[in-house]
C-alpha cells in the first residue's frame, strides 16, 4: 500500500485501516507531554511531543508511543512508526477504524487547552 502524504494543513490523516499521524518529537525534555503543532519546512504540521528519555536504542520512540497511548487509551501495539525512526519529525500509523479515531483525535485537541495552535 502506497504511503499517502500527509495533509499540508492537518496533522493526522485517515487512511485504509487507521490515521497516520504527523509528530515533531523533543526528546531530552524536561517533563514529558504533548503540547500544540509544529510548523514544519515543506509547510506542513505536526502535534509537538516532549519525552524525557534519551533517543538512544530506540528509547525516545518507545516513551513516545507510550505516551501516545497512555493519553488517547489505545494499546501500544496500535502505534506503528512509518516515517522517521531515528528523525525528529516522525509518520506513526494508528491501527484501527479511521472513522473513530479521527472523531477521538479532533475532541481531544479541541478539549485540551495545552494544544492550541501557539
Same mark, same amino acid.
Given at each position: 500500500m502506497p504511503v499517502p502524504v500527509l495533509s499540508q494543513r492537518s496533522w493526522f490523516v485517515p487512511? /485504509?485501516? $487507521?490515521?497516520?499521524l504527523a509528530v515533531r518529537l523533543q526528546p531530552r525534555a524536561g517533563?514529558?507531554?504533548?503540547? $500544540?503543532?509544529?510548523a514544519l519546512a515543506?509547510?506542513?504540521?505536526?502535534l509537538k511531543a516532549r519525552v524525557t528519555a534519551v533517543p538512544e536504542e530506540g528509547k525516545a520512540n518507545a516513551a513516545l508511543i507510550a505516551l501516545l497511548?497512555?493519553?488517547w487509551r489505545l494499546p501500544k501495539g496500535a502505534f506503528e512508526i512509518v516515517i522517521g525512526r531515528s528523525d525528529r519529525n516522525k509518520t506513526l500509523l494508528i491501527a484501527g477504524d479511521p472513522a473513530s479515531l479521527e472523531v477521538?483525535? /479532533?475532541a481531544w485537541f479541541r478539549d485540551n /487547552?495545552?494544544?492550541e495552535r501557539r
Open positions: 487512511v /485504509e485501516g $487507521g490515521l497516520r517533563k514529558t507531554g504533548l503540547g $500544540g503543532l509544529a515543506d509547510g506542513g504540521v505536526a497511548a497512555k493519553t477521538s483525535l /479532533e /487547552e495545552a494544544c
